[in-house]
């Protein structure tokens, strides 16, 4: 029983075999898996899923992969922390932390999106993978290339931070830095992708990759017990991990696995970088494009591909959307760790600090259950903090200095 | 030979003026609008460019340089 159709046009609904293409050749829509739900509904259930590894692959019947995986398989399952001490705090009843700041192996989401992206690339043949990217996905796309054998390139702008480099260039890739701006960038890479056999991630395996963050969605049902929560707010980069999300959602209600899914998925962008809140707020699915000026580097998108569904997302689930400036987000990743020990990068203070807002604007009432996304680890984006956080009190190496400078 | 497919956008400045024409008579290059909307004050098209690769990489230059934003149709490639 085939339980993959092929690729789909989200625009035209043209269909297309299974291979390493995004874009419809008619209209330009992006391509997405086609599955057939009722053939998966007929292999999958809750005892099926809960008898597997703890770990993304536990959803196999509804990834885009043929075989069984053979690469990513510690990646997923991350904990779902019931967060007491920041609900007291916020003001609100039941709150959870999905913490992908602990995902295996490179401490965020993009461990998720990688590993399905990896698999279906060596299934499709190619024996090399790439990605442009200044942060997490190179990290996640340089070290499972690494345990996977296969030869990896990392584009990067030439100007970008040394410090942020290490992390991929650890698992030994060929690291390349592109002189020129941006956009420059941005039209190379998308050249480097049409003209070589490589597995791109996120330009000719995307229908592939973006399909690994639905897991987030995934578990959080599993994890609260075969049940939606009645608000989600993500994070907002291209988009896609809001889409994904719902999507996962859907699809659970359709293979039988939940009775609804309505839940309310609200997105959070930096003040400094935010096309699809302010399309959210001026009720247009037009998103225009901005040029990033945020200390969240991991969300700075000016020209998100999936800005549009990302929109519709929102507007369909009656969601809402807003934003953080710089120094509320280094007040929500304080605010995070203090009360419940996580230490998440700035994306994570985004999203904390947007779910602030929208619990103070009445948009999420205190009374129902929220889960707030963190998608990555602050050990990544210390320099953010830096200098806001306190410094040691240093002593002399004996009692009384110890009680004259702490006093305990 | 090769294609390139560009999505540009225009400012109310750039809108009236002969930007495709005049691409198609500096450049040697094939130009293909596949799809746009122009309005008064904005407007948008999905651009295909067919010839050599350093005459298309000019030409995008020129584009660039006469303030249109020209990115790839994928939208911003560089992830986070």
């Known amino acids: 029983?085939?339980?993959?159709?092929?690729?789909?046009?989200?625009?035209?609904?043209?269909?297309?075999?299974?291979?390493?293409?995004?874009?419809?050749?008619?209209?330009?829509?992006?391509?997405?898996?086609?599955?057939?739900?009722?053939?998966?509904?007929?292999?999958?259930?809750?005892?099926?899923?809960?008898?597997?590894?703890?770990?993304?692959?536990?959803?196999?019947?509804?990834?885009?992969?043929?075989?069984?995986?053979?690469?990513?398989?510690?990646?997923?399952?991350?904990?779902?922390?019931?967060?007491?001490?920041?609900?007291?705090?916020?003001?609100?009843e039941?709150?959870?932390?999905?913490?992908?700041?602990?995902?295996?192996?490179?401490?965020?989401?993009?461990?998720?999106?990688?590993?399905?992206?990896?698999?279906?690339?060596?299934?499709?043949?190619?024996?090399?993978i790439a990605c442009a990217s200044t942060g997490n996905l190179a990290n996640a796309v340089s070290a499972q290339a690494a345990k996977a054998g296969m030869k990896c390139f990392v584009f990067i702008p030439a100007d970008l931070e040394s410090g942020k480099v290490i992390a991929s260039l650890i698992y030994n890739p060929t690291v390349v830095g592109i002189k020129e701006n941006y956009d420059q960038v941005n039209r190379l890479c998308s050249e480097i992708a049409g003209k070589y056999p490589w597995a791109f991630v996120n330009i000719n395996i995307r229908?592939?990759?973006?399909?690994?963050?639905?897991?987030?969605?995934?578990?959080?049902?599993?994890?609260?017990?075969?049940?939606?929560?009645?608000?989600?707010?993500?994070?907002?980069?291209?988009?896609?991990?809001?889409?994904?999300?719902?999507?996962?959602?859907?699809?659970?209600?359709?293979?039988?696995?939940i009775d609804n899914a309505e839940t309310k998925i609200s997105v959070a962008q930096a003040q400094g970088c935010c096309p699809i809140v302010t399309a959210i707020k001026a009720a247009t699915d037009a998103i225009r494009p901005v040029v990033p000026n945020t200390i969240a580097k991991s969300l700075a998108i000016g020209n998100p591909a999936d800005g549009y569904y990302a929109y519709h997302v929102v507007k369909d689930s009656s969601g809402y959307g807003e934003t953080a400036t710089d120094e509320e987000i280094v007040e929500a990743i304080k605010l995070l760790a203090k009360t419940e020990g996580i230490f998440t990068?700035?994306?994570?203070?985004?999203?904390?600090?947007?779910?602030?807002?929208?619990?103070?604007?009445?948009?999420?009432?205190?009374?129902?259950?929220?889960v707030i996304c963190i998608t990555g680890n602050g050990l990544k984006t210390q320099e953010a903090v830096a200098d806001k956080i306190g410094k040691p009190t240093i002593i002399e190496p004996n009692l009384a200095s110890f009680e004259k400078e702490v006093k305990p | 030979m090769a294609i390139m497919r560009l999505s540009l956008r225009f400012t109310k400045k750039l809108v009236p003026k002969p930007i495709i024409y005049q691409l198609g008579h500096d450049f040697k290059v094939v130009t293909n609008i596949r799809k746009a909307n122009i309005d008064e004050d904005l407007g948008w098209m999905v651009l295909e460019l067919d010839g050599e690769m350093d005459e298309i990489d000019r030409a995008v230059e020129d584009l660039a340089k006469q303030g249109i934003k020209v990115d790839p149709i994928e939208g911003d490639i560089v992830e986070g």
Not at chain 1, 243 to 253: P, V
Not at chain 1, 347 to 352: C, K, N
């Open chain 1, 207 to 257: 229908p592939y990759y973006a399909e690994g963050s639905k897991t987030i969605a995934f578990e959080i049902v599993e994890q609260l017990g075969w049940k939606t929560p009645q608000h989600i707010v993500v994070p907002a980069a291209s988009g896609s991990l809001a889409t994904k999300i719902y999507k996962g959602l859907k699809e659970f209600q359709k293979v039988g696995l």
């Open chain 1, 1 to 92: 029983m085939e339980r993959i159709k092929g690729l789909k046009c989200r625009e035209c609904g043209r269909i297309y075999p299974k291979e390493a293409i995004h874009v419809c050749e008619f209209c330009f829509g992006p391509l997405e898996v086609d599955y057939d739900y009722a053939a998966i509904q007929q292999l999958i259930s809750q005892e099926v899923i809960t008898s597997r590894p703890t770990n993304l692959w536990r959803y196999w019947e509804l990834l885009p992969i043929d075989g069984q995986p053979v690469n990513g398989t510690s990646s997923g399952f991350t904990p779902l922390i019931r967060a007491d001490n920041l609900a007291r705090l916020l003001g609100v």
């Open chain 1, 94 to 128: 039941e709150l959870y932390i999905k913490d992908d700041s602990v995902n295996h192996p490179t401490l965020s989401f993009k461990d998720r999106v990688v590993a399905v992206a990896l698999n279906k690339a060596k299934e499709l043949g190619f024996d090399t």
């Open chain 1, 345 to 370: 990068e700035t994306a994570g203070g985004v999203t904390l600090a947007v779910a602030k807002k929208l619990i103070e604007q009445g948009r999420i009432p205190r009374n129902e259950s929220i």
